[in-house]
């Protein structure tokens, strides 16, 4: 029985040794068979886990908006708008909304072209102090001077903007072009950039010709009879010729040539500005 027992033990010994290297064998080749292939799918993933920051512009937007007070968000999405009203030419500046009816191109006609050359060789200039004419200093008290009633020919109709200090002045006719040369959108834009609350107004340009001896205060002659004169209306000045113009009219004398006696007015507001403005006597009767 000893020997049975010792032979049962050597076999079951050897069948010991024959089956660890079975399961070695065995659980080897299929651990590494099952394993890299699953390592291999893993690696084909990794492209698409990089392409996700191409998301991330709009994955950061969306918290940024959502976290948002409303009246911020508001003012957000309208600011673009604030800030380009609308789409200005090439080459020019973008107006705000308010002056953008003024820069409206128009209608290029001969009456325009010509006004736009304006034959003066003097121009009058009312102060609060008195009038003078061209570069003379000496104060004049009225000139004598033949107006053409005859719309953009003998008067041209126009808008004009001021600002700055001392004044700049702009004045088209066509809201193209200024006479200075510089475009009617540039001359908006210079002007809100040096004085935001500057604004168009109406205007009219008055070429005229002395009937007499236009003479100062002392009696020196400052212009000969003959002479070419202009002045153009500012802000304030539009109310007295419109009264004037409607003064021609009711007496029947639009579209001709009339005399008119010019003197100035003084001007002075609450806020203690002095200027002046030229004040129109029409002198020729009514028509008959």
């Keep these: 029985m000893n020997n049975i027992d010792q032979m049962l033990a050597d076999a079951n010994a050897q069948a ?39 998301y991330q512009p709009q994955a950061q937007q969306a918290p940024v908006q959502g976290h948002m007070h409303p009246q ?12 380009m009203p609308a789409q200005a030419p090439a080459g020019q500046p973008a107006l705000p909304a308010h002056l953008q009816q003024f820069a409206a191109p128009q209608t290029f006609t001969m009456e325009s072209m010509a006004a736009m050359g304006l034959s003066v ?3 009058f200039k009312p102060d609060y102090q008195g009038m003078t004419v061209g570069d003379h200093d000496a104060i004049i008290r009225e000139a004598i001077v033949e107006i053409d009633m005859t719309e953009n020919v003998g008067f041209v109709l126009g808008m004009g903007i001021r600002y700055g200090n001392p004044a ?5 006719t066509d809201g193209v072009s200024c006479q200075d040369g510089m475009s009617w ?24 010709m002395a009937v007499q001896d236009v003479v100062d205060v002392d009696g020196q002659t400052v212009v000969t009879a003959g002479t070419s004169l ?39 507001n609450a806020a203690g500005n002095k200027w002046g403005n030229l004040r129109y006597e029409l002198l020729t009767d009514a028509q008959a």
């Design 168 to 172: 700049v002045y702009h004045f088209t």
């Design 72 to 83: 911020v968000a508001q003012h957000y999405q309208q600011a673009p708008q604030q800030q």
């Design 121 to 123: 060789e003097q121009w």
């Design 230 to 268: 202009g002045y153009t209306t500012p802000y304030s000045g539009w109310n007295s010729w419109l009264a004037f113009h409607r003064q021609v009219a009711m007496k029947g004398l639009l579209g001709q040539r009339v005399v008119v006696r010019l003197t100035n007015e003084p001007k002075k």
């Design 185 to 208: 959108p540039q001359a908006l834009a210079t002007a809100i950039s040096v004085d935001p609350s500057a604004k168009p107004f109406r205007s009219v340009q008055i070429p005229m």
């Design 16 to 54: 010991q040794s024959f089956t660890q290297p079975q399961g070695q064998t065995f659980e080897q080749p299929q651990a590494q068979n099952f394993e890299q292939p699953q390592a291999q799918p893993q690696q084909q993933y990794q492209p698409q886990a990089h392409a996700q920051p191409q």
